[in-house]
Each structure stands twice: as C-alpha cells, then as structure tokens.
Nanobody, 122 residues
Framework: QVQLVESGGGLVQPGGSLRLSCEGSRSFRSINAMGWYRQAPGKERELVAG????????NYADAVKGRFTLSRDNAKKILYLQMNSLKPEDTAVYYC???????????????WGQGTQVTVSS
C-alpha cells in the first residue's frame, strides 16, 4: 500500500497563490505517473497537471497553463503544485494521484490522497 498525505489547501483571494504538497510513503523509483486532479461541486474530477510515462512528459490542463507548476522532490517523496494567479473557478477539492508499477511484469496500481480544499474567494 501507498499512503499519500496532502497539505497546503485553504482560502485565498483571487490573484493569490498556494502551494499544495503530497507526500508519498513509497520511493518514487516505481512511479509511472503522478499528478494533481480536482473536483468542483457538481462536476467530474479532472486532471490539473500530471507527469506521465515514467516522467517522459508533463501535461497541464489548458485552464491552468502558465499559472500552475508541477514539481517533485524525489528524495523527500513529495509532489508539489504551485498555484499562482488563482481564480474563483479554481475552487475545488484537489486530489493527489500516484501510479506505481512495482515489478517488471506488474500492472500499474493507482493511489489517491484524501483531497484538500482550495477556495478562491474575496
């Protein structure tokens, strides 16, 4: 099992910044994909930013390009999402996701954090 602990959410005014953190309990050496998703009330969960194919590519949702930055600290096993120029439409519960492949012939296994609320409001 992999435990993911998220932090950094909260209430911020429009134009402000937040940094989300997601600490994993397993080494990133077995990571196949990792990222952040969000779900607003009444909407489906959507990808915000993710690292895929073992780190070969990074994708951002069009709505956050140029404002959000994904980064990671492999030694500390932490995934970050720096969010700048926040807008009210960024309000959602943000979920950390990590996908591990534990052996050469193993299948990908998905793990999710508990979610952290981000509210952008004046």
């Amino acid at each position: 099992q992999v435990q993911l602990v998220e932090s950094g959410g909260g209430l911020v005014q429009p134009g402000g910044s937040l940094r989300l953190s997601c600490e994993g309990s397993r080494s990133f050496r077995s990571i196949n994909a990792m990222g952040w998703y969000r779900q607003a009330p009444g909407k489906e969960r959507e990808l915000v930013a993710g690292i895929f194919s073992g780190g070969a590519r990074t994708n951002y949702a069009d709505a956050v390009k140029g404002r959000f930055t994904l980064s990671r600290d492999n030694a500390k096993k932490i995934l970050y999402l720096q969010m700048n120029s926040l807008k009210p439409e960024d309000t959602a519960v943000y979920y950390c996701h990590m996908q591990h492949i534990f052996s050469v012939e193993g299948s990908p296994v998905d793990f999710w954090g508990q979610g952290t609320q981000v509210t952008v409001s004046s």
